[in-house]
């Protein structure tokens, strides 16, 4: 079996968008000036992905949203300040005594994901091994991380204050003990998606 690579992977997510991305990922560095480093052969995945999500924002009207850790980021700064992207950024020590936003997914239109562990990082896509997994047409699990976006969204917003109870609305079923049963790939499969803190 062959298995198609995370930029094949993130460069089908943005042709398949109709409507929104949603983008959890740590730090952004697609553009290798942002890295310090020179355009090259390895280098243009991350340029590919950056113009193909301006070109999905700005030529078919795709909104995307985008939840980062805290620190500063030029790439994602300049997304927003063009109009491109809206963009929250998590600092967990206003909440706990440490941690970091250190998830990395996509959702595109609350039907298809990718959840792994590449940054959006050009070395992740052409230099380091990475592992994730593209989930198409396949609403149930896409809408269940869809809740941890908006949980992440929330969190992101202005002098956020955690509620004591988060909505009902962000609730889900799906848990180790209760696990999504669903058919991917042809193969039956026990699916939940889980984070920590």
């Known amino acids: 079996m062959e298995f198609p690579s995370t930029s094949e992977t993130w460069k089908r997510l943005i042709s398949l968008a109709e409507s929104t991305i949603d983008i959890a990922s740590f730090y952004w560095t697609l553009l290798p000036e942002s890295a310090g480093s020179y355009r090259g052969e390895t280098t243009q995945d991350g340029v590919d992905i950056y113009n193909g999500l301006i070109a999905a924002a700005a030529n078919r009207s795709v909104k995307l949203r985008i939840v ?3 620190q500063a980021n030029n790439e994602t ?10 963009v929250r950024s998590l ?5 706990f005594p440490g941690g970091v936003l250190h998830t990395k997914f996509w959702i595109v239109d609350k039907k298809h994901l990718y959840l792994g562990s590449a940054n959006l990082d050009w070395r992740a896509l052409t230099q380091v091994k990475e592992l994730g997994v593209g989930v198409y047409n396949c609403p149930c699990l896409a809408e269940d991380l869809t809740k941890l976006m908006e949980v992440y969204w929330e969190m992101g917003a202005p002098n956020k204050q955690l509620p004591s109870v988060w909505p009902i609305s962000l609730a889900t079923r799906y848990n180790s003990t209760n696990p999504l049963l669903a058919t991917l790939n042809g193969q039956q499969s026990a699916v939940y998606i889980s984070v920590t803190v």
Request: overall charge neutral; proline content about 0%; hydrophobic content about 45%.
């Open 68 to 70: 980062q850790n805290a």
């Open 77 to 86: 700064a300049d997304l927003a300040s063009k109009g491109w992207a809206h």
């Open 91 to 95: 600092n967990f020590s206003n909440w």
